[in-house]
């Protein structure tokens, strides 16, 4: 329905065609008691592309969001039994912020606050029935585009543009979230900072190019041998810092010496078939409750000084 309603705008139909091939990435959950009205829903945001559920009430809703990561939008009906879809809003927004999770509020309800109340509750938006089907189809496509450029912003802001690591800033802010955290669980974790070895000489021997394509490289053996728990963070050009999280004291050096070694059997081959080796040096050390996490790096840094003082491709705890 892209032409529907007199719209003639080319900018506008050419705008609609791309979004719906990326509209095929977002999943849509759709709550309302009537089957009439669930299946009128799912057959026009499947003609936007959208990959659609459809659930009857509330409960079903927030059982749905659990199981079901990556859903992009809920859109809730208001009368509804066991939940009205106010209550679902203010249940589903305790746990997924407007950043995370668009909702979008339909109702015929005659009554003029309650569209207000549905924002005021963290709807994003509220269609009142009866709509267009142009109508319906520009207020979900503008929440979802909006749901995507806050994501991709926030994915710049917390990570590294050459790695796609985590970056300097978002290591202390989740660091600093979690220290909070663990107080009262009293997990522990462990610090490791990392440099590559002689890397000036791969810069001067192959090129920049060359070694940014070896930091790259690195960064994929970092992350493919950590858990995903871990905080994973390129903190500088060829300085990288890992937070090993919620570990078992004794499994940090045998991590630290499978990632060292995993570096050392590492090849990467150039174009022309030749092939660059290279190692990392490793300072570690385990976060102590009484430390601030700014301690706790400066002492990792210390012992990668130790290991770069003992001749490099080693961990020094
Ligand atoms: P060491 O074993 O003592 O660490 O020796 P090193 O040569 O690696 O010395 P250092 O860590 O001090 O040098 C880092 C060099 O890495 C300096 C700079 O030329 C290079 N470098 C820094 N950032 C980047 C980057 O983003 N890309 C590339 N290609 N090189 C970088
Ligand atoms: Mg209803
Ligand atoms: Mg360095
Ligand atoms: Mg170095």
Redesign the pocket.
């Known amino acids: 329905y892209v032409n529907k309603g007199g719209v003639n705008d080319i900018n506008y139909i050419i705008h609609t065609l791309a979004r719906l091939e990326k509209n095929q990435n977002h999943k849509v959950l759709v709550v309302d008691d009537s089957m009439v009205f669930r299946n009128q829903m799912k057959t026009m945001l499947e003609n936007l592309f959208y990959e659609v559920i459809t659930v009857a009430h509330g409960e079903e809703a927030l059982g749905m969001l659990n199981s079901h990561l990556n859903i992009s939008m809920v859109i809730t009906d208001y009368n509804m039994p066991v939940m009205n879809g106010l209550e679902l809003t203010n249940e589903i927004r305790k746990n997924y912020t407007k950043t995370e999770l668009c909702i979008i509020a339909i109702s015929s309800i005659n009554d003029e606050e309650i569209n207000a109340l549905f924002l005021k509750q963290g709807a994003n938006d509220y269609i009142k029935k009866p709509f267009s089907k142009e109508e319906f189809s520009c207020r979900i496509n503008n929440s979802i585009e909006a749901l995507e450029n806050i994501q991709y912003i926030t994915n710049h802001a917390n990570r590294d543009f ?1 790695t796609g690591l985590y970056n300097r800033r978002y290591f202390f802010q989740n660091m600093n979230e979690y220290i909070e955290d663990i107080k009262l669980s009293g997990e522990k974790f462990a610090i490791a900072m990392l ?7 791969i ?1 001067d021997t192959y090129g ?2 060359i ?2 394509k ?2 790259v490289a690195i960064s994929e053996v970092l992350r493919s041998n950590t858990s995903y728990r871990d905080i994973v963070a390129r903190f ?4 990288f810092c890992i937070a090993l999280k919620n570990i078992n004291q004794y499994s940090v050096p045998e991590i630290l010496e499978r990632l060292r070694e995993e570096i050392e059997e590492f090849v990467f081959v150039l174009d022309d078939e030749s092939e660059v080796k290279f190692t990392i ?1 490793i300072g570690a050390t385990y976060h102590d409750d009484s430390d601030t996490l700014e301690e706790t790096i400066n002492q990792a840094d210390m012992n990668l000084y130790n290991a ?1 003082q003992n001749g ?1 491709n080693q961990v020094n705890f």
């Open positions: 050459l440099d590559i070895d002689f890397f000036k000489k810069n920049h190019d070694g940014d070896v930091i500088g050009g060829e300085e040096s770069k490099r």
